[in-house]
């Protein structure tokens, strides 16, 4: 007979927490927390950095500028936001979208890992290098990109953050191919 906890949440039973969380002191100056959106039988999923004014005002990641360059992204890989799962490390917003500090990714990091646990995507794409740094502890984005890693059992591949595209446009046309290509990957080898 196994007594315990039943560890195998759903999505919303987790984002039930990230909206009641108060582990740490980004909840003093959220509006509300975003704990992302998609499928939670998602093939791919997306992660960020943290929210930015747009999210923490509605709740939903990835809705503000960077947003919009990623709705571009997935518009040209031909990637439906309904198919996917989009978090973020962080899941309030730091205040002055100043970068997570290291402390308040560690204290969320267990949420999104068992966001994981309960979609079990194929492949996660991290955007950026607060994600790159997070969950493979890699600190060169350039290094990193445009590869697929393997990590305890785990496919991951690492492209540049949205954001980063509105004010290097040169970015803009890696950030395309690399979601292209993962589309590619997730149809043909994985
Ligand atoms: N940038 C992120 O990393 N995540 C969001 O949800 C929005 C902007």
Do not use: W
């Not at 007979?1 to 759903?10: A, K, P, Q, R, T």
């Not at 923490?56 to 990835?62: A, I, K, L, T, Y």
């Not at 709705?71 to 917003?93: N, P």
């Not at 953050?161 to 292209?180: Q, T």
Request: charged share 30%; net charge positive.
């Amino acid at each position: 007979m196994h007594i315990g906890i039943n560890l195998e949440l759903s999505l919303d039973e987790i984002a039930e927490e990230i909206r009641r969380c108060r582990l740490c002191p980004l909840h003093e100056s959220r509006r509300k927390a975003v704990p992302g959106e998609g499928s939670d039988k998602a093939r791919l999923m997306l992660i960020g950095e943290a929210p930015g004014s747009e999210e923490d005002e509605q709740g939903r990641p990835f809705v503000g500028r960077a947003g919009r360059m990623l709705d571009e992204t997935l518009k040209f890989a031909k990637l439906q936001r309904r198919d996917l799962f989009i978090t973020s490390v962080v899941k309030c917003r730091p205040p002055n979208n100043r970068p997570p500090k290291v402390e308040e990714r560690r204290t969320c990091l267990p949420y999104l890992k068992r966001q994981i646990d309960v979609i079990k995507p194929k492949m996660i794409c991290l955007l950026g290098i607060v994600a790159l740094q997070t969950l493979l502890k890699e600190e060169s984005a350039t290094k990193a990109r445009g590869k697929v890693i393997e990590k305890d059992g785990q496919l991951y591949f690492s492209t540049y953050h949205p954001a980063a595209s509105l004010y290097n446009v040169g970015l803009k046309s890696v950030i395309y191919s690399d979601m292209k290509e993962i589309k590619e990957l997730l149809e043909n080898s994985y």
